[in-house]
């Protein structure tokens, strides 16, 4: 190679950016995270295919390329750890100080003796005292690859975020999931459940390990308490109740996985401490947002008092239908759908919003039913006229667009419909995509546990 060569690559390797320590062990955090919650989706699908032996098959390509994906990441983090070896620090990164990367080795010129042979000074010879940088070898690799498979190498815990930085983690969480909500309505139960089953997904349980251990324990107790209060509000709901039953089990595995401290509520057995679940989550919640505040340095006095934020408009109001924006249908609804049965050939009423001929002609031909009425959320005598045609089975089906309808009517035709036996559906809008996932949302789980 010629040296002109040699200055190129020089160039454009000394071009690339360096990871900090702080960089490159938030990489070894995430990197971690991920492996973790990619084994407890490992045993979910195994588990699952532990029940539908018949799926295996069709399987093979996703776990291939689940399989693929957790070795190029266990290779990542393989790099990176011993990156950070290379740079002085150990595998107990909690505990490591700062890296001390050792100088690179200076080369001793050889003096002349008094007999003019050459003299070696202590560093030639014994070249092996004086620490070198050593290149990552593919061997190296292979073999911190396969210990970690083996689970012989310890755990990696890089050193905690900055305080701001998991504050604002914490503060990132609390706003997904949304404040505590009182049960008195079945739009809040599903509300509460959508936004537990939202902040427990994958996406998001790697996030909740960025926090430090106190975090993390307040923050788990409060999903447990909330968790445990919906629960308790879904005793006559089989849909919802499977859902819960998914993602609860994501509490205890990860207390085990991440030892956060103890946590009442994580097995059926315990109690809650205030009274109920419900006051637990509050006082946790409440915890939470004093966490989510910087500590005023000493001295400083508290600042007077914040302005109250504009006021919403009261969640019984109704949305104007016309601001929905169009929405995609998707594909057509393939002819073994599981819910056919619910809706071909029956009687069916949409409630909300402003009622729009086109729209309704096109959901009662898409799921072929005999008859779908579309009748204005804002008009009492019409709304009780459908709880009462309800509650004398005239009516086979409901859907409410929630955005548009008053919770206060919403609950009234929920109530009947739970009483007579009849199958309802929260809805987003009136595409024929939003009126099917509210259908399997819904009375998917709720059919299969009548059918099994």
Partial sequence: MSQTLRDLVSAWQSSFHTPSDDELAAQIRTIEAVLLENQRLGYEIHSH?????????????????????????MTRLGELMLEWRRRGGNFDLRKRGEPRVPPRPVKAE???????????????????????????????LRAWKEQLQKKQVPVSRPA???EAKQRAVLLSLMNTLG????????????????????????????????????????????????????????????????????F??????????????????????????????????????????????????????????IPPPPVAPPSSSVVPAATVPNEDDGPAIDSHWPLWSLVRDKRGILLGGEPREPARIKLENAFAMAELEWIPGDNPRRVDSVVERVTQNRVDIVFVLQQWTAHKVTNKLIDACKSSGVP???????????IRAGLDRFLSAAREATSS
């Fill in 248 to 305: 609860i089990l994501h509490f205890p595995a990860y207390a085990k996985t991440y030892q956060p401290g103890y946590v009442n509520g994580l097995q059926v057995s315990h109690n809650p401490e205030h009274g109920s679940w419900y006051n637990d989550a509050i006082i946790f919640w409440n915890q939470l947002k004093q966490m989510t505040v910087a500590p005023l340095p000493s001295g400083e006095e508290e600042p007077g008092p």
């Fill in 110 to 140: 050889a003096t002349k003796g008094e007999d003019g042979d050459d003299e070696e000074t202590p560093e030639t010879l014994n070249p092996s005292s004086t620490p070198q940088e050593m290149p990552v070898s593919a061997e190296a």
């Fill in 424 to 434: 309802w559906a929260l809805v987003s809008s009136y595409s024929i995509k939003s």
């Fill in 179 to 246: 404040e505590i909500r009182e049960l008195n309505s079945m739009v809040n139960i599903v509300d509460e459940v959508d936004g537990l089953e939202k902040i427990t997904s994958p996406e998001y349980r790697t996030q909740w390990a960025l926090m430090s251990k106190p975090m993390q324990r307040v923050w788990l107790a409060m999903l447990v308490a909330r968790t445990r209060n919906v629960k308790d509000a879904t005793t006559t709901n089989p849909g919802l109740r499977e859902r819960i039953k998914a």
């Fill in 49 to 73: 295919l532990a029940r539908y032996p018949e799926q295996a098959h069709e399987s093979r390509a996703i776990l291939e390329e689940f399989h693929r994906e957790q070795a190029t990441l």
């Fill in 160 to 162: 905690e975020m900055s």
